[in-house]
């Protein structure tokens, strides 16, 4: 059964933050620093940018997004950068904490909360070698989101005339030209990740 309610979404996502939580709790200090997905962003980087709402009570955000012009991507790497240098203890129980588990943006809801844990995740696991951490039901849910009404498109891509199949997860959509990956590959791909 595919969730599309707000109420069946938000344990999806509270559930991504804590496995995320999980895998990269533990690890060596030499890690924390590798090169993420996200260009320019090391794992801890990416950590303090998926957190802030824990961090940041709505009027400091908007306070600090007024600092930088209402500019989203330049405050983003800011946060990234400043918040990067917290202890990787605190970035790693900000993923833990209730605020991200009940966090949606505003535009977004919590299908879209779901979309930034999963995918942030990958940009962490996939360097890191730690595989997938959220639920195949999560995974399924954010693949419908990538690909309906051209979402995708928002991340300079495009699939128009492909078959896009996952091959560890009951889920394809296109037609066209096949495309076999497994489902966290067709993710980040819908994401303009490069892997």
Known sequence: ?????????????????????????????????TPSLCTGWTVRNVLAHMTMAARYTPEAFTAQLREVGFDFARLSNRIAEQDGLL?????????????????????????????????HGLDITVPLSL????????MRLVLNGLTAGGVHRHFGTE????????????????????????????????CGRRI
């Open 1 to 33: 059964m595919i969730m599309t309610t707000d109420t069946e979404i938000q344990p999806l996502v509270a559930e991504a933050f804590q496995a995320l939580a999980d895998a990269v709790g533990d690890l060596a200090p030499d890690r924390v620093d």
């Open 87 to 119: 202890p990787f203890d605190t970035l790693v129980k900000d993923l833990r904490s209730d605020a991200m588990a009940h966090w949606a943006p505003p535009e977004g809801g919590f299908a879209g909360a779901l979309t930034h844990v999963v995918i």
């Open 131 to 138: 595989g997938q951490t959220c639920s195949d039901e999560a």
């Open 159 to 190: 699939v128009d005339g492909l078959h896009l199949h996952a091959t560890d997860l009951d889920w394809s959509y296109g037609s066209g030209r096949p495309v076999d990956a497994p489902a966290q590959d067709i993710a980040l791909m819908l």
